[in-house]
């Protein structure tokens, strides 16, 4: 089954920090750029990061610059997003996307409270 899993999601701290992970299944992941968006709600989906087939040139939305990091494992089928310093505002569903494939995952719940 062609598919992307996210997880690492959950409720955490203002300042703390997660670490999300998305495993594919059923392609070849590591020939495709991948991508993270996010949605809170009331809001459209938001692009924050990318990363290109080698891992080379990771890129940032300047609202999570500095604060995420997108890596990931291809031997692993895998791409995760490191979030530290996390803020209320980065409040929202965590998705992984394909878009070479216009593959979504199912999403992942971020919240970021006191």
């Known amino acids: 089954q062609v598919q992307l899993v996210e997880s690492g999601g959950g409720l955490v701290q203002p300042g703390g920090s997660l670490r999300l992970s998305c495993a594919g299944s059923?392609?070849?992941?590591?020939?495709?750029?991948m991508t993270w968006y996010r949605q809170a709600p009331g809001r459209e989906r938001q692009w924050i990061a990318g990363?290109?087939?080698?891992?080379?040139?990771?890129n940032y939305d300047a609202s999570v610059e500095g604060r995420f990091t997108i890596s990931r494992d291809n031997s692993k089928r895998s791409v995760y997003l490191q979030m530290d310093n996390l803020e209320v505002d980065d409040t929202a569903v965590y998705f992984c996307?394909?878009?070479?494939?216009?593959?979504w995952g199912q999403g992942t719940q971020v919240t970021v409270s006191t």
């Open positions: 996307y394909a878009p070479q494939k216009g593959l």
């Open positions: 990363i290109s087939p080698t891992g080379m040139n990771p």
């Open positions: 059923g392609f070849p992941l590591g020939v495709y750029s």
